[in-house]
């Protein structure tokens, strides 16, 4: 009896690291921060939001690769507690939008972002800041 146990144990073990390894391959990178933000996967791109209290930077990656953002718009509305505060996002190099100003951001700060990237539908992104 615990022979089959140990049988069935494996056999769940080696669907599950298939399912894994197949799902790593689907899309062919990880969604990890690469600069220490919050990131969130939406419409097969990826989405890093790095929130300070002067400047709050939105990276962008289309499957793993920085995604142009030149002629990007973007809009970004950011709730902490009963505060809240938007913002208007502007290019700021190859791969990210920025807006600079004077932002409440904490755990728990909760994140909207709209975000039109050049030929493409806007996008909305939600983020909770750690």
Not at 63 to 74: D, E, F, R
Not at 80 to 86: I, L, N, R, V
Request: with cysteine.
């Amino acid at each position: 009896m615990k022979l089959h146990r140990i049988w069935a144990a494996t056999a769940l073990l080696a669907c599950l690291g298939s399912a894994v390894a197949a799902q790593e391959h689907e899309h062919g990178h990880g969604h990890e921060p690469m600069h220490g933000g919050v990131v969130v996967e939406a419409s097969d791109m990826d989405f890093e939001l790095v929130a300070r209290s002067d400047v709050v930077t939105l990276y962008v990656r289309d499957h793993g690769k920085p995604a142009n953002t030149q002629g990007a718009s973007g809009k970004l509305t950011l709730l902490s507690g009963s505060d809240k505060a938007e913002a208007t996002l502007s290019p700021a190099g190859d791969n990210k939008l920025q807006a600079q100003g004077s932002f409440k951001v904490g755990a728990g700060t909760k994140a909207v972002a709209t975000v039109t990237l050049p030929g493409k539908k806007a996008v909305n992104v939600r983020f909770a800041l750690k």
